[in-house]
């Protein structure tokens, strides 16, 4: 969905190393989550974002840090990435007044840690 | 979440209509049904949801059985276009309910010429 942005698209990093991945959205929903999917699976729930000030953890939370800039913005941290982190990073939002609350997700970024 | 089976795999012509079938038994009253698809590594991309009734968008119909144990989505006129891994998920409302978004297997569906 073009309306939600994923910055890089493709990243190649070194074991130890602290990277961020961003995510923006243009649709003014208020929820924003994080997923990861390794080959062949389906897809895992890192954080998720209520609202800016709403925080949570997903399943796979451990290695991994958000923040919330602002509606529009969900920044995903590695503080210091390990090779097993290789894989699909997916950003999505959704609107919490929707019936349904459908979520809508962005293009993804690849990540290879060597 | 109610747990959803699919099949693994299924093969459509192009130009017909593909019938990608889903069980969820276990599906609570206040449960969604979802279908996204992934066109390879391509990010999820949502095409349809119902709770009871039978919905159609400008992608796909939605049919639910009536005691909603089962659904079929359709896509009326398959594409190669449409070749992707669909993937049925149950889930309530919002994750206020506990609405997470589980995806599982999927079933890979290959149009064919």
């Known amino acids: 969905d073009a309306d939600v942005t994923q910055t890089p698209r493709n990243r190649i990093t070194k074991t130890g190393k602290r990277i961020m991945l961003e995510c923006s959205q243009t649709k003014g929903h208020d929820r924003m989550y994080w997923y990861r999917q390794d080959p062949g699976l389906g897809l895992q729930l890192i954080y998720y974002?209520?609202?800016?000030?709403?925080?949570n953890k997903g399943e796979i939370s451990d290695g991994y840090s958000v923040s919330r800039q602002a509606q529009a913005k969900f920044s995903l941290s590695l503080e210091s990435a390990i090779p097993n982190q290789t894989a699909l990073y997916f950003c999505?939002?959704?609107?919490?007044?929707?019936?349904?609350?459908?979520?809508?997700f962005g293009p993804g970024t690849r990540l290879l840690v060597l | 979440d109610a747990k959803t089976t699919q099949p693994p795999s299924m093969d459509c012509a192009e130009g017909r209509a593909a019938n990608l079938p889903c069980n969820h038994s276990?599906?609570?009253?206040?449960?969604?049904v979802y279908w996204y698809r992934q066109i390879h590594s391509q990010g999820p991309q949502y095409i349809i949801h119902?709770?009871?009734n039978n919905e159609t968008n400008e992608m796909a119909s939605l049919i639910i059985t009536e005691d909603r144990k089962s659904s079929t989505l359709i896509l009326p006129h398959a594409t190669l276009r449409d070749t992707a891994v669909y993937y049925c998920?149950?889930?309530?409302?919002?994750?206020?309910?506990?609405?997470?978004?589980?995806f599982g297997q999927g079933t890979e569906l290959s149009v064919k010429p």
């Open positions: 276990t599906i609570s009253g206040n449960e969604y």
């Open positions: 119902g709770l009871k």
């Open positions: 999505a939002t959704s609107d919490r007044t929707k019936p349904g609350e459908t979520q809508y």
């Open positions: 974002s209520f609202d800016v000030k709403d925080i």
């Open positions: 998920i149950v889930r309530a409302a919002s994750y206020n309910q506990g609405g997470k978004l589980i």
